[in-house]
Structures are given as C-alpha cells and as structure tokens.
C-alpha cells in the first residue's frame, strides 16, 4: 500500500538513537516501518534491526518496504512483553529502542479497521486481531458506568457520561455496529456550541482504541524493562501523543534515573540508590511548526529519551 504520511518526528528520533552502524536496534511498533526503514539504512551488514508489532497485517506491510534490507527480523507480537520476546530469538541485550505509542499511519489509513472515526467501518480497533476484545463489544456490553469512566479517562472526555448514557439508550434499539453510528451518537452527546475543537468523536475513539488495546495500564512496566534491555550508552526514545501516555514514561523515567536520597551535608553517597542511566530529554521535544503543518498527526506528539548507564 501506498504511506501518506511522514513518520512523526523521524529526524529527532534517528538522531536522538545515536545509531552505530554493527548495533541492534528493536522498533516496538513497527506499523508502516516507516522510522525502521531510516534505522536500517544507517546500520551495516553487521547491524540488525528488530521490527515488532501486534498487527500481523501492518508487519506484511513492513516486509514489502523493509524488502531490499536482509539485516531484519519481524516479530509478531506485543511490545509490552519486549523482554521475553528477544529472549526467544536469543537477544540479551540491545543498543536502541524506538516505541512511537498509539495508532500507526497504516492502521488510520486501512479505513475498514475502526480505527478512524472519519467514513463508516465495522467498530473494531484491534492492533492485533487474533484477540476477541473489540470496540463493538465495550461499546455493547459494558455497563453505562463502566463506558462513562473509560471516555473520561482515556479520552479526557468532559461529556463522557452524556455520550456513555446516549449510547447505552441507542443500544436498547439496536446493537451499535459501526464507526458512523457512534459518531452520530457521539455528536448528539456533546453541545454544539462545545464541538468547535477539532472532531467531536476524537477523544472517545482515543479512549475506545486504548481500552481495546490495553494501550496504557503496561506502559509504565514496558519503559522500565525496555531501559534494563539496553547495553551501556544505549538509548530508549519514546512518542506520546496524549498526557496519560507521558506522565507514564515521565514518571517510568524518573524511576530508571534515580535519586538519592543522602543528606545534602554528608560528604558522599551512602543510600547505595540504584540508577540505569539518565533523562536525556528534560523537557520532551516536541515537532517543528512546519511539521505540524505538514502532518496533523503529529500535534500532540512528545519524544522522550534516556540513555542506559551502569552506576
């Protein structure tokens, strides 16, 4: 298939890397292969690079633009279990990974997979569809109270018990099917005087996908094990694109870089605190202007970085 879209702050993530032509690099969600593919081009015979993603379809995909470079390996699987899935193909330790969290190009773009809540598809949003959960079902069979928690928290929804309410009553007529259904939904919920901040439907389908994917509970363990993966000097760079993703990496990295906790007047450390390296992005980098402009995906992205050091 043909990718619209640019890779959401590719150069700041390859330079961020530090990439040395013989490491091993993991791209955690490969999607379109889009970083991969500027990865891999930067590595030598000697380098590898491992693509992983959940979505065997978005893999199929990498494989075809990843196809003139012999140095990859393709694993389907889910980038919160990172550390058993190297483990399986022999991998201890790696100088870099990339994770750019939520939903890939590639998904948004294969409009029949729910993701997207512009044109009219089956309420699925599976990055993995060899799993049962889809958002057919939360939007079905959760209970009122359950879908208004998880529109308000994942979507930071003001209206969630509105739209939660509207669709629980939509139900009672008929199953809710398709994207387009909980988008007339969604809008009747919010006033109109209140839908002038981009689509009405963007923070509850944000909310749903998360829901369905298990996006956010791992995530905190996942920069953790991703850091003790690295070999010294390795670096773990990872986009956001909403708060609740950041303040996890934040807090996950914080929690890698350590601190002590000596009195300021003793002379040296006697806490023995343990430390895996160091934030090297105080503040997130965030995209250029001109990329915002290009790519509207990219608004709310955030880049975090940190660098493996052995205390």
Do not use: W
């Not at 919160?80 to 201890?92: F, H, M, R, V």
Request: glycine residues 6%; charged residues 35%; aromatic residues 6%.
């Amino acid at each position: 298939m043909e990718f619209k879209h640019k890779p959401v702050l590719l150069n700041e993530c390859i330079e961020g890397l530090k990439i040395k032509p013989n490491g091993i690099y993991v791209d955690g969600t490969l999607g379109g292969a889009g970083h991969s593919e500027e990865i891999v081009k930067k590595l030598s015979s000697d380098g590898l690079l491992i693509g992983i993603d959940r979505d065997e379809e978005a893999l199929k995909a990498a494989q075809e633009r990843l196809k003139n470079y012999s140095n990859v390996k393709y694993i389907h699987g889910n980038h919160d279990k990172i550390d058993e899935l190297l483990q399986q193909i022999g991998i201890k330790k790696v100088d870099g990974i990339l994770l750019d969290l939520g939903v890939s190009s590639y998904q948004l773009d294969e409009r029949n997979r729910g993701f997207s809540y512009i044109g009219n598809a089956k309420l699925d949003m599976r990055m993995d569809r060899t799993q049962n959960l889809t958002a057919e079902k939360v939007v079905n069979e959760y209970t009122e109270e359950k879908l208004a928690d998880i529109i308000f928290k994942y979507g930071e929804e003001r209206f969630a018990r509105s739209i939660a309410r509207n669709i629980c009553e939509a139900r009672k007529e008929k199953r809710i099917e398709t994207t387009a259904e909980l988008v007339e939904i969604i809008k009747i919920s919010i006033p109109k005087s209140k839908q002038n901040d981009g689509h009405p439907a963007k923070r509850t389908f944000q909310a749903m996908r998360i829901e369905v994917n298990d996006e956010l509970e791992p995530l905190y363990s996942t920069a953790l094990k991703s850091i003790k993966l690295l070999k010294e000097n390795g670096r773990l760079a990872i986009i956001t694109f909403h708060s609740l993703e950041e303040r996890n990496v934040k807090d996950a990295f914080v929690e890698a870089e350590g601190k002590c906790t000596c009195p300021k007047d003793l002379p040296y450390c006697v806490c023995n605190y343990k430390s895996y390296g160091k934030i090297i992005t105080k503040k997130p980098i965030i995209p250029s202007r001109d990329e915002q402009e290009e790519n509207s995906r990219s608004k709310s992205a955030k880049l975090r970085i940190f660098e493996r050091k052995d205390k």
